[in-house]
């Protein structure tokens, strides 16, 4: 089964600095990929996903993200953050073929006035 | 609102107990999922139903079960509860079976505290 990896529980920044938040996988198959952001007290929402073709996906409120398939990455980016991009984000890995999809562990980001 | 219902939204019970959450999905969607969020698991995937049938499974429980109605809605049913099942439950549906394309969109979840 696969697992997903996230490198940091908790990101802090100052406002208008770059984000890069880390997700690494460990399926050798075909998958797709998402970030979902969870802002305080709030459900799920997707930001963005890959499915297929170009690897680097632009997704809501700024936000993109590039597939690297021989790292088995799929790091979330942000050029200049706002206070409130202050939330949880996760990463989620599907198996294209039985459908199996896990969420890594979370990265708190939060974002300094 | 991503269109995905669940109720109750918090929920309070002792050990030993059995409960029911329950998941109106968005209109027209087929697939329900459910997922259960704690602190020391962080979000896990427990099952999946799309248009009645069990589809995929994940980290269920044999004291969870879960089932998906004619009119397409999910019941999540927790039995013998522990401590440790308390957790935020959330339900998700997307249009098809996910591997299609198809977003996943999100309840706001059920708090289950156990007690």
């Known amino acids: 089964a696969q697992s997903v990896s996230q490198h940091n529980h908790h990101v802090i920044l100052s406002e208008a600095a770059s984000l890069e938040l880390g997700c690494n996988y460990s399926?050798?198959?075909?998958?797709?990929l998402f970030w979902y952001v969870q802002y305080p007290g709030q459900h799920l929402q997707l930001l963005l996903k890959?499915?297929?073709?170009?690897?680097l996906v632009k997704g809501i409120k700024g936000f993109e993200a590039e597939f690297i398939k021989s790292k088995f990455s799929f790091n979330l980016r942000k050029p200049s953050v706002q206070w409130s991009d202050t939330a949880e984000y996760f990463c989620?890995?599907?198996?294209?073929?039985?459908?199996?999809?896990?969420f890594g562990a979370g990265t708190r980001l939060t974002v300094k006035p | 609102d991503s269109g995905v219902t669940q109720t109750p939204k918090h929920l309070i019970t002792a050990t030993g107990q059995r409960v029911t959450l329950r998941c109106s999905p968005r209109?027209?969607?087929?697939?329900v999922y459910w997922y259960q969020q704690s602190l020391d698991q962080g979000l896990q995937f427990l099952i999946q139903?799309?248009?009645?049938?069990?589809?995929a499974k994940g980290n269920i429980l044999e004291r969870f079960s879960a089932q998906q109605f004619p009119d397409l809605h999910s019941e999540l049913n927790l039995s013998s509860l522990e401590l440790g099942d308390s957790a935020l439950y959330f339900c998700?549906?997307?249009?098809?079976?996910?591997?299609?394309?198809?977003?996943?969109?999100f309840g706001e979840g059920s708090w289950l505290t156990v007690v």
């Open positions: 989620a890995v599907r198996n294209y073929n039985n459908n199996d999809m896990r």
């Open positions: 890959y499915f297929s073709g170009d690897p």
């Open positions: 209109s027209g969607d087929l697939s």
């Open positions: 139903y799309y248009n009645g049938e069990e589809r």
């Open positions: 998700a549906s997307s249009v098809g079976l996910g591997v299609d394309g198809n977003t996943i969109y």
């Open positions: 399926y050798g198959g075909t998958v797709n």
